[in-house]
């Protein structure tokens, strides 16, 4: 299936989907952290409180696709978002010993979380927010990516955003996520 990008209101409805209670929160900060930063779900699950530098808004993946880590950068907005979450986790008395998107009920507080919980809520959002097209976890790294190009940043920029080791394999998945943009360019070519 063709890699597909929500466009920013799609994910700004997806967000807001999220309510205020501690599952929301949590929900909005890590779906925050798939689109702005552009990870995968099963990196974004080992995420542990102490791989956060607040001061320089980076988050450290241990280990994504191909047993790779990596530092991404996050902007403010996103670091705001994951704060928030932050302090609500302290509140729970979820210590830094657990993964930062962890369990929130009861004899699970603190346990890591399967993949599926947030897959399954993302399709709860999606209704809620009103998306009609298809709205994946996978789809918010999708749209990271896609707004990456669209803000001019260069290829080898969004490689290592992507945790892609080579720019060719950045290169073809936004073209196929964003061939308008490549089409876009070719018309303004002149002689």
């Known amino acids: 299936m063709q890699p597909q990008a929500l ?4 994910t700004k409805a997806l967000l ?4 205020d209670t501690d599952s929301g929160i949590r929900d909005r900060a890590l779906f925050t952290l798939l689109y702005r930063g552009s990870m995968r779900i099963s990196a974004t699950l080992q995420i542990r409180p102490s791989d956060i530098d607040w001061d320089r808004g980076l988050v450290t993946i241990h280990s994504d ?29 979820i210590n830094g010993h657990h993964p930062f998107f962890c369990a929130i009920s009861g004899k699970a507080l603190g346990n890591a979380m399967d993949p599926s919980h947030f897959r399954h809520k993302i399709k709860k959002l999606q209704a809620k927010a009103g998306i009609t097209r298809r709205c994946h976890l996978h789809g ?52």
């Open 7 to 10: 466009s920013r209101d799609e």
């Open 140 to 191: 918010l790294r999708h749209t990271g990516a896609s707004e990456l190009l669209e803000e001019g940043f260069d290829m080898a920029t969004i490689a290592g955003v992507l945790g892609h080791s080579h720019i060719s394999t950045t290169s073809r998945y936004l073209h196929q996520l964003r061939p308008d943009m490549a089409n876009e360019k070719l018309k303004e070519r002149t002689w």
């Open 65 to 93: 696709k191909g047993k790779k880590g990596r530092t991404v950068p996050i902007d403010q907005g996103a670091m705001d978002i994951l704060r928030l979450w932050a302090e609500r986790r302290k509140s729970l008395g």
């Open 16 to 19: 807001a989907a999220c309510n």
